[in-house]
């Protein structure tokens, strides 16, 4: 006879309280260690005030039995193309390091998507650097088409 | 002896009766003529509207002695990653059949780029079609790193 640990996973907008968790796994990667600063800096908070006080941004956790454990950024685009088409863009997805390998990711971004259709967006895009092999696959897997160069330009 | 005939060159905010000199832009091109409707269709005129009241989008025209004939949309992106910083997102870079090869595009970049410095952007990020290796020359020369895949999953 089994026992069966039921999760409870649930996906909503971040709170204020939620900002160290959330800059914590930004900076708990290769690319991030180098570029992120103390969680509790103040800069973060008033980014997420920034980020909350617009409708069109969406900051959101993955909580697994009231604990952080994943976050993306979705910003809803405006644009002419496409007869006027909003676009969803995810940035900044991440999965804590304890959490990894249990399909979380998948699960984010398949709800991500999700939420895009439900809104009406014509389409979801990202960019994911070219040194995460790994994340390449599971975006291909996930039905994306790496059709598109990101380019970027540090102006720090 | 020369004449010089010297062209008048601004980068403006887009204006309602320029939209339909930017939509015929965007049609004009090999991935835009499949996707884009009459340049008169009051879908764009609502599109522009809606990222005409968002702060944090500018769609910008070149207009050259009287004549739109260029087009980007920039988007300023809030995050919470390195320490908060504001992102410059270009989108939709346009520039008329008639007035290619002269530079303009060229100049519209680095006045995005300037203006995105100016405004305290960390970075400026964009993404090139792969079916457009002209394009990516020209970016890598503007001193753009072309560090990542981007990835579309198209909704329609």
């Not at 909350?52 to 644009?79: F, H, S």
């Amino acid at each position: 006879m089994e026992s069966h640990y039921v999760l409870s996973l649930i996906f909503r907008r971040a709170r204020k309280e939620d900002v160290p968790a959330i800059v914590a796994m930004l900076a708990d990667d290769h690319l991030g260690a180098g570029r992120e600063g103390d969680p509790g800096d103040e800069r973060y908070l008033a980014a997420f005030e920034h980020i909350d006080a617009n409708p069109r941004d969406e900051l959101i956790v993955a909580e697994q039995d009231g604990k952080v454990v994943g976050t993306m950024q979705l910003t809803y685009l405006a644009g002419l193309s496409r007869l006027g088409a909003e676009r969803c863009q995810i940035e900044a997805v991440r999965v804590a390091a304890a959490t990894r390998g249990q399909g979380l990711g998948g699960k984010m971004i398949t709800w991500a998507v999700d939420r895009a259709r439900a809104r009406g967006c014509a389409m979801v895009q990202l960019t994911s650097d070219r040194s995460r092999p790994e994340a390449h696959r599971f975006y291909d897997t996930l039905g994306f088409t790496a059709s598109h160069v990101g380019y970027k330009l540090n102006l720090g």
